[in-house]
């Protein structure tokens, strides 16, 4: 059973983190998307419906967990017998910070390899981020998120 595990914020998930999941998938049995609690960063949408947004988006999908992820990163992938951490890189502006967790977390744990996707091109100017200041300034997100996240955030901001 070769697993990876795809870890993010996914606040929310967008085109891009769905492009990368399903590129994992052609390559690994099992894909488990661990969504991590972030509590640095104030989250847009806390843990439990960041989690609901990616299983409504990714429903039954055959090879897909949605898991929470506390803790440290190399240590829930030995748990769930994990062989490699997938990671989107989109440009050049990723690789600095991406290139040292992949170094520290070989360092902490040589068993687990990272290795990095690239999204299709359309999708290498998209960031949860970046979705959430167009849709704050009254924009159109609908061809960057799933459609349950657009009313997601729709009804977020009503608040
Ligand atoms: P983090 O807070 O860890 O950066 P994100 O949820 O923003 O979490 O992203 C999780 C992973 O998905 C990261 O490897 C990031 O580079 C990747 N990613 C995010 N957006 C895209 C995209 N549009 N295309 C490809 N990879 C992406």
Known sequence: MRRAIYPGSFDPVTNGHLDVIERARKLFDEVIVAVAHNDQKQPFFPLEQRLELLRATIGGADHVR???????????????????????L??????????????MNRKLESSVETIFLMPKEEYTYLSSRIVKEIA?????????VPPHVVEAIARRQKR
């Open 136 to 144: 704050r300034l009254g924009g159109d997100i609908a061809s960057f």
């Open 66 to 88: 949605v898991e929470p992820l506390d803790g440290l990163l190399v240590e829930f992938a030995v748990q769930q017998n994990a062989i490699a951490v997938v990671r989107g």
């Open 90 to 103: 989109r440009a050049v502006s990723d690789f600095e910070f991406e290139f040292q967790m992949a170094l």
